[in-house]
């Protein structure tokens, strides 16, 4: 009798837990999330609304992955902060399985590559929110999700996790390119989320022109640097980009906001340091300027801090 395919989801959150109910339908999937929400979704299920539809999805939910069992593929959604901590703590579990970023933000599969040999990049184009201690909203899907063998290339490793994907009503591509790929979300996520963050609108109201101006220079400094680095980007130049956010992706996305912005108001450490803080520092060591990106890096920290130290 062939086992199930067995799926372990570290850092679940708005992205992981929705993933696994999902997966859940076609493997045999282990949440790992905080409580009192583990204990909550794993005995009365995780319900899904939104864009994916309203379905509710069980599988077990805990808060932490005791023992030496074995998983095919181990899904990190975690934000970007908490690679290293999750690494750290479930290395024994990486050496016997694929491990899979599926998170924002640059410099987390170089993280997984100290702990593994066998890592996956994925690319997340949907948008997800938390509606409750056992509950998901999908916002916002703005295309199917990418993964690939990090830096590069396609296997059978990739192939597996994209059939399953598929089986279970994910839409999914495969990328032999996927740190082009990486690289081409993180744009999107500079352009977006720190600027809508510090003034508080939905993506929709950043095409007006001040607001405009701003993301086309955070953009033009990161094809910049991107091109320095010998990286293709998903489009051949600036305007090309520029065009397709403020034509195609803005639309979709109008009504949605920076989830950059919740973290600031619940206190929370933003991942500005793997967003446009990422580009300040690829252009320091490749000594291209970069003072957008490193001012609205500095402005999101001094909001995260401030917040923090006044709860205001």
């Known amino acids: 009798m062939v086992r199930p395919v067995r799926i372990l989801i570290l850092g679940a959150g708005a992205v992981g837990l929705p993933l696994a109910a999902k997966l859940s339908r076609v493997?045999?999937?282990?949440?790992?999330?905080?409580?009192?929400?583990?204990?909550?979704?794993?005995?009365?299920?995780?319900?899904?609304?939104?864009?994916?539809?309203?379905?509710?999805?069980r599988f077990t939910c805990v808060s932490e992955v005791t023992g030496d069992t074995n998983f095919d593929y181990i899904l990190i959604t975690s934000?970007?902060?908490?690679?290293?901590?999750?690494?750290?703590?479930?290395?024994?579990?990486?050496?016997?399985?694929?491990v899979v970023s599926f998170q924002n933000g640059i410099g987390n599969e170089e993280t997984i590559l100290k702990y593994s040999d066998r890592v996956i990049g994925g690319v997340v184009m949907t948008g997800?929110?938390?509606?409750?201690?056992?509950?998901?909203?999908?916002?916002?899907?703005?295309?199917?999700?990418?993964?690939?063998?990090?830096?590069?290339?396609?296997?059978?490793g990739v192939q597996g996790l994209a059939d399953l994907m598929t089986s279970a009503g994910?839409?999914?591509?495969?990328?032999?390119?996927?740190?082009g790929k990486l690289w081409s979300k993180n744009l999107i996520n500079c352009s977006l989320n720190p600027l809508s963050a510090i003034t508080g609108v939905t993506y929709g109201k950043l095409k007006e022109p001040d607001s405009w101006h701003i993301i086309d220079q955070i953009a033009r400094e990161i094809f910049a640097v991107v091109k320095s680095e010998g990286i293709s980007l998903q489009w051949g130049d600036p305007d090309a980009y520029l065009g397709y956010l403020y034509g195609a992706?803005?639309?979709?996305?109008?009504?949605?906001?920076?989830?950059?912005?919740?973290?600031i108001l619940?206190?929370?450490k933003t991942e500005i340091d793997y967003l446009n803080g990422a580009v300040v520092t690829a252009g320091k060591?490749?000594?291209?300027?970069?003072?957008?990106?490193?001012?609205?890096?500095?402005?999101?920290?001094?909001?995260?801090?401030?917040?923090?130290?006044?709860?205001?």
């Open 128 to 156: 997800f929110v938390r509606a409750g201690d056992r509950e998901v909203r999908v916002t916002a899907n703005a295309g199917a999700m990418q993964i690939g063998r990090f830096p590069d290339g396609f296997d059978a």
């Open 27 to 57: 493997a045999e999937v282990v949440a790992v999330t905080r409580e009192p929400h583990a204990s909550k979704i794993s005995s009365q299920g995780l319900l899904i609304s939104g864009a994916w539809g309203s379905e509710t999805g």
């Open 285 to 312: 060591r490749l000594g291209i300027a970069t003072p957008y990106n490193a001012c609205i890096s500095d402005i999101i920290r001094f909001k995260e801090s401030n917040r923090r130290l006044t709860g205001s």
């Open 79 to 98: 934000k970007s902060q908490d690679t290293l901590r999750i690494c750290e703590q479930y290395q024994g579990l990486m050496s016997n399985g694929d």
């Open 170 to 179: 994910i839409p999914i591509e495969t990328a032999e390119h996927i740190k």
């Open 266 to 268: 619940h206190g929370h």
């Open 249 to 263: 992706l803005i639309p979709v996305m109008a009504g949605h906001s920076s989830s950059m912005l919740q973290d």
